[in-house]
Structure formats: C-alpha cells, structure tokens
C-alpha cells in the first residue's frame, strides 16, 4: 500500500474556523511535504519540513512532524473560502517519493 | 509566463491508439518527472529525469516511454492506449534531484474511448 494516508478524507468547515488535515506514513523519510491541488489544476508546493524538524510555519500555515509516530499535520488557520481544495502529504525516504490519499477541504463562506 | 506547461489539456482518443503529451519548463530546473493520478486522485510518480538523464522508472508498463530532448523538456509518449490509462498525468520539475519542491503542470486529462 502507499507510502502515506491522510485524514479525514474530507473535511468541511466555516470560513474563519482552522482546519487540521493529518499524513501517517509507513517508513523513515528525509522530508515531507505538504501541496494544495485546486479543482482541475496541478499542485502546488506549500511547505516541506526535514525530518530533523518537528514545527513548521508560512503564513496560515502550521505542520507539525513527529518522526518517531511517523505522522505529520498540516493546520490551516482563519480559513477562507479560497482554501478550497485538496492537501496531500508527500514523503522523500531517499529513493522514493510518495503522495498521500488527500483531504478534501471545503471551506463554506 | 507559466513554469511548466503541458500540451495537450485534454486529450480523448480510441483504444489501441498512439498518443504524446508534451512538457516544457522555463524555470531552469535540472530534473522533471511524470506522474499519474486516477479517479480517485491517488497521484503515482511514473518517470524522473534529472539532466536528460532517467533516474527512476516505477513500474509502469513499456507502452509509456519518455522522451527528453532536452533539460527543459520531457514528452510522454503511449502506444496502443487501453481504457485503463483513462487518467489525468502531470507534469512537474524541481531544482535538482533530491525530491525538493516540485513543480507541477495543470495537468492533461486522457479520456480513452
């Protein structure tokens, strides 16, 4: 089975509430990363965190690592209706690269 | 000015046909790969060039076959399609090798008849 899996597959909210999406994956990594794909568009990097880092912050975003669970967060604070879309995890274990399930997000205005 | 652009967006054809789907990058990246993504949006790594050079190749059946004129492009080319490879493929670069930031196409939808 693949690499990483995501939860919750999706995820509905109020525009302003935070939204928290979670990736566990199965071996050691390099790094993990995090993308944004919206409806009928190619993904787009949103931040990578190395496996010697446990928090991550750019702008609204948060991830959190935790090597030794082999899981990591993705938290999406204030949300807006422009937050739409899905987030998958992606691990590096060195020669390989993995996506996750993806969470579907819906932020209702 | 796109980073990574695809041709065509979509693309629907008959079994048993040949097709390409083109990929050009204008970020001066190093390395540039294929990548599938089902119905599902389950998203598999296919193929990863770094320099015109192959550096992976998942197990994907000998109908696809990648071709890199140069770093700045990377063309997949399929023969005989079957109904199976009815999927949206992506293109993506990165700086290097490594699996850093990647950068992704807007995607060409293959609908096979």
């Known amino acids: 089975s693949q690499q990483g899996e995501e939860d919750p597959q999706a995820l509905s909210i109020q525009e302003g509430e935070n939204a928290t999406m979670n990736c566990s994956y199965k071996?050691?990594?390099?790094?993990l990363q995090w993308y944004r794909q919206n409806s009928g568009r190619g993904l787009v990097h949103l931040i990578l965190?190395?496996?010697?880092?446990r928090e991550k912050h750019s702008g609204r975003l948060r991830v959190t690592l935790d090597t030794s669970k082999k899981s990591s967060s993705l938290l999406i604070t204030a949300s807006r209706a422009a937050d739409t879309a899905s987030y998958f995890c992606?691990?590096?274990?060195?020669?390989?690269?993995?996506f996750g399930t993806g969470t579907s997000l819906t932020v209702i205005p | 000015d796109t980073a990574v652009s695809q041709t065509p967006k979509y693309l629907v054809t008959q079994m048993g046909n040949d097709k390409s789907i083109k990929c050009e990058q204008n970020?001066?990246?190093?390395?540039m790969y294929w990548y599938k993504q089902d119905s599902k949006k389950f998203l598999k790594i296919m193929f990863s060039?770094?320099?015109?050079?192959?550096?992976i190749n998942e197990t994907v059946p000998n109908r696809f076959s990648p071709k890199s004129p140069d770093k700045a492009h990377l063309n997949l080319h399929i023969n005989s399609l079957e109904l199976g490879d009815s999927a949206v493929y992506f293109c993506a670069s990165s700086q290097s090798h490594g699996y850093q930031p990647q950068h992704f196409g807007d995607g060409t939808r293959l609908s096979i008849l």
């Open positions: 060039y770094n320099n015109k050079e192959l550096i």
């Open positions: 965190i190395r496996s010697n880092e």
């Open positions: 992606a691990t590096d274990t060195g020669n390989q690269f993995y």
């Open positions: 071996t050691s990594i390099n790094n």
């Open positions: 970020l001066g990246h190093d390395t």
